[in-house]
C-alpha cells in the first residue's frame, strides 16, 4: 500500500521555468491537498480538493494553479517560478475534511 | 482569519527529561490533530481531539484538549533519542467546510 506518493522528490528550476508536480493517492480519499513547508512558517496550505471535480484555495495559493486530474490525482503547477517559490511541498490526503491528513515524502523545489 | 500559535518553537531536553508543547487558537475548534516530523521526513498523523476536556495517552505521550476547545497539548514523558523531530499541531474549525491551520511546530532536541 503506496499511501501518497509525490514526483519529483527534487528539483532545481530557473526564475521563469514551469513545472508539475504530482501526487496520486491510493487509499480512495476524497480530500488532497497542497501544502509548502518553509522554515519558521510550519505548514501552509496552498490548494485543496473536497472531492473530484472541486479545487479551492488554501492560504497561499498565488503563482500556483492545481488540478485534480481524477479521484486518485491532485497536481500542483508553477507557471512561472519564482526564487519566492523555494520550499518543501507537500501533498497530502485524507478521507474528508477534519480526518486525518496522510502525507507523501515531499518535493524538495529550488528556484534560482 | 484562524490563528494557532504553538510554542515554544524550539526545546532542547535531556533525555530522560519530560516535554511538553502547546497550541492556542484564536477561535473555538472542531478538533484538533497532532503530528510528528521526524529530520528530513514528512508529517505522520498522531492523534486527534474532539471533545471538550478530552485527555488521550499514548504510551508516554499525553494529549489534552481544553474545555473551551481552543488550546491544546502534548507532554511527553522521560524523552527518549527517538522523540526527535518537529510536533505540529493541526486546528479545525468548528462550522461548516473550514480549512484546517497548522501551527508553526516545535522542534525537539534530545541530549543523550
Known amino acids: 500500500n503506496a499511501g501518497v506518493t509525490q514526483t519529483p522528490k527534487f528539483q532545481v528550476l530557473k526564475t521563469g521555468q514551469s513545472m508539475t508536480l504530482q501526487c496520486a493517492q491510493d487509499?480512495?480519499?476524497?480530500?488532497m491537498y497542497w501544502y509548502r513547508q518553509d522554515p519558521g512558517m510550519g505548514l501552509r496550505l496552498i490548494y485543496y480538493s473536497a472531492s473530484e471535480g472541486t479545487t479551492d484555495k488554501g492560504e497561499v495559493p498565488n503563482g500556483y494553479n492545481v488540478s485534480r486530474l481524477n479521484k486518485r490525482e491532485f497536481s500542483l503547477r508553477l507557471e512561472s517560478a519564482a526564487p519566492s517559490q523555494t520550499s518543501v511541498y507537500f501533498c497530502?490526503?485524507?478521507?474528508?475534511?477534519?480526518?486525518?491528513?496522510?502525507f507523501g515524502q515531499g518535493t524538495r523545489l529550488t528556484v534560482v | 482569519g484562524q490563528q494557532v500559535m504553538q510554542i515554544p518553537q524550539y526545546q532542547h531536553v535531556q533525555e530522560g527529561e519530560d516535554f511538553t508543547t502547546y497550541c492556542n487558537s484564536s477561535?473555538?475548534?472542531?478538533?484538533i490533530q497532532w503530528y510528528k516530523q521526524r529530520p528530513g521526513g514528512h508529517p505522520v498523523f498522531l492523534i486527534q481531539l474532539v471533545k471538550s476536556g478530552e485527555v488521550k495517552k499514548q504510551k508516554r505521550l499525553t494529549f489534552q484538549f481544553g474545555e473551551a476547545k481552543k488550546n491544546s497539548s502534548l507532554h511527553i514523558t522521560a524523552t527518549q533519542t527517538t522523540d526527535v523531530g518537529t510536533y505540529f499541531c493541526?486546528?479545525?474549525?468548528?462550522?461548516?467546510?473550514?480549512?484546517?491551520?497548522f501551527g508553526i511546530g516545535t522542534k525537539l532536541q534530545v541530549i543523550p
Open positions: 487509499m480512495n480519499h476524497n480530500s
Open positions: 493541526a486546528g479545525h474549525p468548528s462550522g461548516g467546510y473550514q480549512k484546517v491551520t
Open positions: 477561535t473555538t475548534l472542531s478538533n
Open positions: 497530502a490526503s485524507s478521507e474528508a475534511n477534519r480526518h486525518e491528513a496522510f
